[in-house]
């Protein structure tokens, strides 16, 4: 199979090119359902994670991580979306000012603005669901301990330092 035969696989498996969205570095095309290929046509096609990834490396056998994984691949396509529709409503906002601009550029730009607020009601969304997973709870209570422990050292330094001689 040639690349351009596996990169149409590839994106007919994933919503096809009208869904993707560029990343923000301009490196990769990432998908609603966490995919992403490189836009070096040579480049990587990576699937999100899967049911069928749970006992390889990175995951082991943890289905937590893996959840956490799909998640942050979909947060990715929807800040990249965020981050393209806000740019494209700023452009045309700008292009607008100061010029007598026609009544289907102020519907653009009304459709630009409710999409931004469609992208971001998705990207909240994800963020509550990822700030719920277990990997992530673990890892703040983790934070929280070593915060804790930091300023019990830095109290302790604080005390030792009055009791110079």
Do not use: C
């Amino acid at each position: 199979m040639n690349p351009t035969q596996a990169i149409n696989e590839f994106d007919a498996r994933h919503g096809g090119t009208s869904v993707a969205v560029q990343s923000t570095n301009g490196n990769w095309l990432l998908y609603p359902d966490g995919a992403r290929r490189e836009t070096n046509p040579y480049g990587r096609l990576i699937s999100p994670p899967s049911a069928e990834m749970l006992q390889l490396y990175p995951y082991n056998g943890n289905q937590d991580r893996l959840d956490l994984d799909a998640i942050e691949r979909r947060i990715d396509y929807w800040d990249a979306k965020v981050h393209h529709l806000v740019k494209a409503h700023e452009q045309l906002r700008n292009s607008m000012m100061g010029n007598d601009y026609s009544d289907d550029q102020l519907k653009e730009l009304e459709r630009l603005s409710d999409a931004v607020k469609v992208a971001r009601q998705a990207l909240d969304e994800l963020k509550d669901e990822r700030s719920e997973n277990p990997a992530v709870k673990e890892f703040e209570a983790r934070k929280e301990v070593e915060a804790e422990r930091q300023q019990r050292i830095k109290d302790k330094a604080a005390a030792l330092n009055k009791m110079k001689v």
